[in-house]
């Protein structure tokens, strides 16, 4: 019973609140792993207005992750995307690319 976690010392609510800060934790985790960037990290990277990353989303241009129900892109997957097209900023972001 070594690997046991005693979980009956703590109330309801506090192993709630433990159980979201590591499942949080596993989140964040996940996301720097995965390069997941917010909406509006996205638009910075790629120096454009948030319309814009609305629209190339809309139409399918951008690929999006949907996680319980916030947006989220893929840094190597918007690259990946935009090399494909005629994005001219590209160059200036990632001459190496």
Known sequence: MENSIVVALYSRE??????????????????????????????????IHSLTLKRWKSNDIIPYTRIGGLIYFKRDEILDALKDSNYKKLNKLCPLV
């Open 14 to 47: 506090q192993r709630k609140d433990t159980i979201a800060e590591v499942l949080s934790e596993l989140f964040l985790k996940k996301m720097e792993q995965n390069n997941l960037l917010k909406f509006n990290e996205a638009c910075e990277l790629l120096n």
